[in-house]
């Protein structure tokens, strides 16, 4: 079946630029050089109908980035992003609207990403209103029913952002990506901001929307426990690149890469008894200057020579499974 969303080679780089006094540094001998953030390198990946795919990393690994390519607020600088089997770069007029539409954003901070100035009303009715999802006679009665749906009370529609608590601006936020019909939520750390227990409420909501519309998830989160919870699939990124992927059960049951060993490891249990507690060793490298190879040798473990000069492939492990290191190949 062909998959909802399908990345083939997504990279992203962000390139500054010299500004004219460096340019004029450069010519006089100055060693000043065009700087560039390598955010997103070569993601192959794909996600299912129906499905709910975790993207776990680090802080500054590329999640983000991914997330945001995914729903069209970035454009890759390399590769391709298929919706349905359909490139979305090349998609125009309707089919690109639809499309559009079709994969909505959740993003991490529900206060930032409301507009202060715009009652609920309006920051959830207005878009399927202009997109002729709903005429303007029905809008005040979808509205309400979207609300309901995220479980917040219709006669607060009127209200704006800041007269809301965070998990309620949390529900504003999905209502407004519900209201266009979407297939495909990309939900970046969308409870990170919350208290546990408001955590626990809005995944629930997650999951009960899931089933109710029929919808697709990409998760993003640093929080393993998290993903655990909502994933059926899990894909670990680390420094733009994916370096494991397969089902949840099988990830959390048997990591297969240092890397992915590494987060499970420090991540809290619990359990009776002393518990030995190490972090993975030195700091994830700038993205401006990745290390050769793997991305990981410098805080592996078990790196040998060849980690150092020669990146690994993302290959497969077992059914349903793929993982980036070498060592799978001296096992073998």
């Known amino acids: 079946m062909t998959p909802i969303i399908d990345m083939s080679g997504v ?26 953030v390598h955010a997103v390198e070569d993601v192959n ?6 499905e709910v795919l975790g993207l776990v990393g680090e802080s500054g690994c590329g ?5 945001r390519m995914v729903a069209g607020l970035m454009t890759p600088s390399a590769g391709a992003i298929r919706f349905r089997g359909k490139d979305v770069a090349g998609l125009k007029g ?19 990403s409301l507009n202060p100035r715009l009652r609920v009303e309006t920051i959830v009715g207005e878009a399927p209103q202009v997109h002729g999802i709903v005429p303007r006679s029905e809008r005040d009665a979808y509205v309400a029913d979207m609300l309901t749906y995220v479980g917040l009370d219709p006669a607060m529609r009127r209200r704006y952002p800041h007269q809301f608590s965070g998990g309620q601006r949390q529900r504003i936020g999905i209502a407004r990506a519900l209201a266009v019909r979407p297939d495909f939520l990309v939900c ?21 929307l899931r089933e109710a519309f029929d919808l697709t998830y990409m998760f993003i989160s640093h929080d393993l426990g ?25 990830i959390f049951g048997g ?56 990146r690994p492939a993302l290959k497969e492990i077992a059914p349903g499974r793929k993982s980036a290191c070498h060592l799978n190949d001296k096992a073998a």
């Open 226 to 250: 998290v993903v655990e919870h909502i994933s059926n699939r899990i894909a670990i990124m680390y420094l733009g690149r994916i370096v494991e992927e397969g089902p949840t059960e099988a």
């Open 63 to 67: 999640k983000s980035t991914l997330g």
């Open 94 to 112: 309707k089919d690109a609207r639809e499309a559009a539409l079709k994969v909505q954003m959740i993003f991490q901070d529900p206060m930032s």
């Open 255 to 310: 990591a297969n890469h240092p890397y992915t060993q590494a987060l499970l490891a420090e991540r809290p249990v619990i359990a009776p008894g002393k518990r030995k507690f190490s972090t993975i060793k030195g700091e994830i490298p700038s993205p401006l200057s990745p290390p050769p190879g793997c991305h990981f040798h410098p805080r592996c473990p078990h790196a040998f020579a060849r980690c150092k000069v020669e």
């Open 11 to 36: 990279t992203k780089r962000f390139v500054r630029e010299l500004d004219a006094a460096e340019k004029i540094a450069r010519r006089l001998g100055a060693k000043v050089e065009e700087r560039t």
């Open 188 to 208: 970046d750390e969308s409870v990170a901001a919350l208290d546990v227990s408001i955590q626990a409420q809005v995944l629930n909501l997650f999951m009960r």
């Open 45 to 50: 990946l794909k996600v299912a109908r129906g």
